[in-house]
């Protein structure tokens, strides 16, 4: 069964602390790896997408890699504005649907 | 450009009542998925409606149906409302059907609470 775990499911930081997010992932065949930033009340925003294992995208201080088991979200240098739950979906080859983590609620304090 | 519109934002319900949930794309957007997102059990994926026909569902049961018309918008419908449907109901858009190559547009959501 495609699944997809995240952890750890809480992180507190201070601000400038740089960390790494982790998500898990068991699929048939992977077509695709996302990651998506959920501030309270609102719906999630898409930051990257990843396809192949050893792949890396990288946006302001967030940087997104890529193996065959799972995917990390670093985070460098981070601000208080980078508090936010951060998920994690893949889609499997021959399915539409995407499978979702449960998400990693990320607190910077300043 | 206009994003991703729901209505309504808040929705208070009781035991046994059905629900309609709208959902707006993106202007240019043929597909829209809907997702439920609770505490327990994360986001997880309702249907997929494209060019106004349904391509995709996920494990729901059949009291949750929705429709697509053909200017993309869409609808969600929930039948004979239990207190687990409490929830918040999330559209997202993508030009095409889901995939890794296009990007997915969520809206703000719809909250849902059931009494």
């Known amino acids: 069964e495609d699944q997809v775990t995240q952890s750890p499911e809480a992180l507190r930081l201070q601000e400038g602390e740089s960390s790494s997010l982790n998500c898990s992932y068991t699929v048939s065949g992977l077509r695709g790896l996302f990651w998506y930033r959920q501030d309270p009340g609102k719906g999630p925003e898409f930051l990257f997408t990843?396809?192949?294992?050893?792949e890396e995208k990288e946006k302001e201080r967030l940087k997104a890699t890529l193996t065959k088991k799972e995917s990390f979200l670093h985070i460098t240098a981070p601000k208080p504005e980078d508090s936010a739950t951060y998920l994690c979906a893949v889609q499997a080859e021959g399915n539409y649907q995407l499978i979702w983590g449960a998400g990693t609620k990320l607190i910077i304090k300043p | 450009k206009a994003g991703v519109t729901q209505t309504p934002r808040y929705l208070i319900k009781t035991r046994g009542q059905q629900v309609t949930l709208s959902c707006s794309p993106i202007?240019?957007?043929?597909?829209v998925s809907w997702y439920q997102q609770t505490p327990g059990q994360g986001l997880q994926f309702l249907f997929e409606?494209?060019?106004?026909?349904?391509?995709n569902k996920g494990n729901f049961p059949g009291r949750f149906s929705g429709r697509q018309f053909s200017n993309s918008r869409s609808e969600m419908n929930v039948s004979t409302l239990e207190l687990g449907d409490s929830a918040l109901y999330l559209c997202?858009?993508?030009?095409?059907?889901?995939?890794?190559?296009?990007?997915?547009?969520f809206g703000p959501g719809t909250r849902l609470t059931v009494l």
């Open positions: 990843l396809y192949s294992a050893g």
């Open positions: 202007s240019g957007h043929r597909s």
């Open positions: 997202a858009s993508s030009l095409n059907r889901l995939s890794p190559y296009n990007e997915q547009f």
């Open positions: 409606y494209f060019s106004e026909t349904q391509r």
